[in-house]
């Protein structure tokens, strides 16, 4: 990328342990995936969800990993993660106060690739009734299938190493408010 800067809001960190190593930012034109190659992100204050973070995106690669945009550093020709060392080169601080962030809201037929990268919201899905009672992620990175009153489904994907991944799915409607994700062009929310 050229000399400019990007100043964008984090929408979503490693603090729940479902990310890693990344976080996700959005400005009024999109979302997208920032890959920097440090654990526990959240506690940098230029990466908590709702900071503005200015990014200076000279020397860093942007591009299409699995149809999702990425940014971050090179790595054997494709999108990699910015190095720890450089972590100082890129980000900063806004100094501007954490404020809210306000999910874009969507159904799910609605969903486009513009999406992809930006916090979304859904109202009135639940998961489908052979998910119910299971663990969210029992070993490995595990996805589950949400509906919507209309029996449009969306995969929910967690990591087995998010502090709830253990936890158990529990019936009922309500309102999902994720990361748009896709891999391979299959939709699915963090």
């Known amino acids: 990328a050229g000399d400019f800067l ?35 992100l959240f506690l940098d204050n230029r990466f908590k969800v709702g900071k ?23 790595f054997n020709g494709n999108v990699g993660q910015v190095a720890e060392a ?21 159904t799910i037929p609605q969903l486009t690739s513009a999406d992809v990268g930006r916090w979304i919201k859904i109202r009135d899905v639940q998961f489908i009734d052979s998910e119910l009672g299971k663990a969210y992620a029992p070993g490995g990175n595990t996805n589950r299938t949400l509906e919507d009153c209309s029996g449009n489904t969306i995969i929910l994907r967690t990591s087995s190493f998010a502090s709830f991944a253990s936890n158990d799915i529990d019936g009922g409607k309500g309102d ?6 896709v891999f391979n ?3 699915q929310l963090w």
């Open 6 to 40: 990007l100043k964008a809001k984090v929408t979503a960190n490693d603090e729940t342990g479902n990310l890693f190593k990344y976080v996700y930012v959005e400005d009024a034109t999109g979302g997208l995936r920032v890959n920097i190659n440090k654990q526990d």
């Open 52 to 74: 503005e973070v200015h990014i200076k995106l000279k020397d860093m690669y942007v591009g299409s990993v699995n149809g999702e945009i990425q940014l971050g550093g090179l």
């Open 86 to 106: 450089d972590i100082y080169k890129h980000f900063f601080d806004s100094k501007l106060p954490i404020t809210q962030v306000v999910p874009t809201e969507k």
């Open 176 to 181: 999902i408010y994720a990361i748009l994700s």
């Open 185 to 187: 062009g299959t939709y």
